[in-house]
């Protein structure tokens, strides 16, 4: 893409998403933790510090958390996920179910 800019023209290229692992956010609010400051913490990761505030956000984490209440946030968010999937499933399958006894118990009827 070229952008105009006076006299000059400025080339940029298009900007690559970046996806980081859960142990990478982990460490990064760790580390935002024990510096007591998410800009330094991203200064040093080479992230902006809005990626850390977004990730502590995401993760319920606070600031005085340890380790391993990032680690228990981590899998309390992946639990209510797949907790939120189980129930949508058990409803579908509760509605047929309702459907098909209601079916059969017309059947008799005729």
Known sequence: MVY?????????EPRRTRRYTKEFKIEALNLANELGSAAEAGRRLGITDSLIH???????????????????????????KRLRKENEELKKTNYILKRAAAFFSQDHLK
């Open 4 to 12: 105009p800019r006076g006299k000059e023209e400025i080339l940029m």
């Open 54 to 80: 977004n990730w502590r956000k995401q993760f319920n984490y606070k600031s005085e958390a340890k380790v391993k209440d990032a680690t228990v946030a981590v899998n309390e968010a992946e639990e209510i």
